[in-house]
């Protein structure tokens, strides 16, 4: 009797424990979508399959500063002992047309840690902001950041302009290849001192990131530091140049400084 009991009683715990793995398994990616666009100020998500612990959105949203840009298709991965800490983390990635993004990310009540995550993006899209046609290929890698709301905590990592080139109308002019570090200000926005890696167009500038600092200016952009052109530069560029910069800013040894802000 008492075998029997226990038998039963084993079978009903195992049958038990089955239900509740396969109910944890078959978590709709919903609730995951859910936890994202929480964690993530900005984001919305649609077109969402899969489960919670492994899914896709066919299209991922993100609003900055009232202006809406599509990431594209978003996949993620959860890991599964993050939600002991009670801050879930995932392997992301985001592919819309030749604009790419991967890497971790764990977020918990508007706080948002990144690492190793690497976004790659045609050059052209900082047409919206840039009155010129460009292109080339942009890259950052983020090696470790934190984001709070939109505020920048800490921010270690690198970007990079490769094959840049500018249209004046006619012709594709080359600029070069440019790369710098990316870091916290420690004001809520983010630093780079980009510099050009030997190309036509000489530079060497730093920016700093910060719409919170500036609130009334249009980006929230300030950049200050020393542009010029080298003999092998195409002519238009050798022109353009002091015709731009001229106006704003100083002779210096190797082109212009100047200081600039938007």
């Given amino acids: 009797m008492n075998k029997n009991i226990l038998s039963n009683f084993w079978l009903w715990l195992t049958l038990l424990v089955l239900l509740v ?35 896709t959105a066919g299209t991922a949203l993100l609003n900055v500063n009232g202006d809406l840009y ?12 993050s939600l002991i800490t009670m801050k879930p983390c995932s392997h992301v990635s985001f592919i ?23 976004v790659n993006l045609p050059a052209t899209v900082l047409d919206m902001w840039v009155p010129a046609s460009l292109s080339g290929e942009l ?64 530079a060497d500038l730093d920016i700093n990131y910060n719409p919170g600092l500036r609130p009334n200016d249009e980006y929230g952009v300030a950049l200050a530091g020393e542009i010029g052109v080298r003999d092998s530069a195409h002519r238009d560029l050798q022109q353009i140049v002091p015709t731009v910069l001229g106006t704003i800013g100083e002779r210096s040894q190797r082109g212009y400084s100047f200081e600039w802000q938007q």
């Avoid at 030749?98 to 918990?108: L, P, S, Y």
């Avoid at 905590?153 to 570090?181: C, E, K, P, V």
């Fill in 96 to 118: 819309y047309q030749n604009q790419t993004a991967t890497g971790d990310v764990c977020g918990r009540d508007q706080r948002v840690d990144l690492t190793d995550f690497s």
């Fill in 70 to 81: 599509s990431l594209g298709k978003f996949d993620w991965r959860l890991k599964p002992l």
């Fill in 21 to 55: 793995v396969l109910i944890i398994v078959k978590i709709p990616a919903n609730l995951a979508a859910f936890v994202f666009t929480k964690a993530v100020p900005g984001l919305s998500l649609a077109e969402i399959q899969g489960t919670f612990w492994r899914g």
């Fill in 139 to 202: 890259s950052m890698m983020i090696e470790e950041g934190t984001l709070i709301g939109n505020q920048v905590r800490q921010m270690t990592g690198n970007l990079s302009w490769r094959n840049g080139a500018y249209h004046d109308g006619a012709n594709w002019i080359n600029l070069g290849s440019f790369g710098g570090n990316l870091v916290e200000d420690q004001r809520g926005g983010v630093n780079l001192k980009l510099i050009d890696l030997g190309g036509p167009l000489i």
